[in-house]
């Protein structure tokens, strides 16, 4: 996210010219169905727990989320035009073995190792719905498993946010179990035996204080059930982090 604050040229690049490729490889191959990643920073700036998919999705706080927002309508259009069925999973935070290095429990695991100083910002009283890895993949594969569907019940009048009356739909993924940054840490100092060394920020431009996914609709249609509490996940990946880096 903090990157596309300072060149948010390559996420039209990466979310619309490339998804605009995808959209339109689907379409001519006649795909059964597109299932892809959106994020739960379109929430923007909502604030009531836990967010929803009927919640607004209009006031994103950075262009990282505006371009993710429109992946879901352009995913619309398509499912609209030509039938093409699409699922877009809003991802909350997500992490574990084999994420980008630039995330932050990559940045903490090297830093608190070599005895650096790691950064919290908003003093670390940022909460969010860290979900671990295995249990995005299992999402996703469950909800690639059922084609999106037309909603019979949806009404023009007062048009539903989340189905439609094209074979279109959305989904939360998260844990269900929101914590707040500080005590990611503590897990993360617990599975490594560092103490780490907090450098307390404030808040950062474009970044939202607070998420927690109701998960509730993906698990009445595919079954959904994160299983992986936080303490657990992040032991797995400093298991992960000591094998693999040495």
Known sequence: MRYSLDNPRSYVESNIVAFTNILEACREAH?????????????????KMPFSEEDSASH?????AATKRANELMAHSHS??????????????????????????????????????????????????????ADIVEGILRASDQPAK?????????????????????????????VTLDAYVTALE??????????????????????FADSGALNETVGYQPATPVREGVERFVEWYREYYG
């Open 80 to 133: 609209h035009l030509y039938g093409l069925p699409t699922t877009g999973l809003r991802f909350f935070t997500v992490y574990g073995p084999w994420g980008r290095p630039d995330m932050a429990l990559f940045l903490f695991t090297r830093a608190m190792l070599a005895g650096e100083p790691i950064r919290l910002f908003n003093y670390g009283k940022h909460t969010r719905d860290f979900t671990y890895v």
């Open 190 to 211: 617990a599975a490594l035996g560092v103490t780490a060394k907090r450098e307390l920020l404030p808040l950062q431009p474009g970044d939202v204080p607070d998420t």
């Open 150 to 178: 037309s909603d019979p019940n949806w009404h023009s009048d007062y048009p539903g946010q989340s189905t439609s009356a094209a074979p279109w739909r959305l989904f939360n993924i998260g844990n269900n179990s929101p």
């Open 31 to 47: 795909a059964p169905h597109l299932t892809y990643a959106s994020t739960s920073s379109v929430y923007g700036a909502n604030t």
């Open 60 to 64: 994103p706080l950075q262009f990282y």
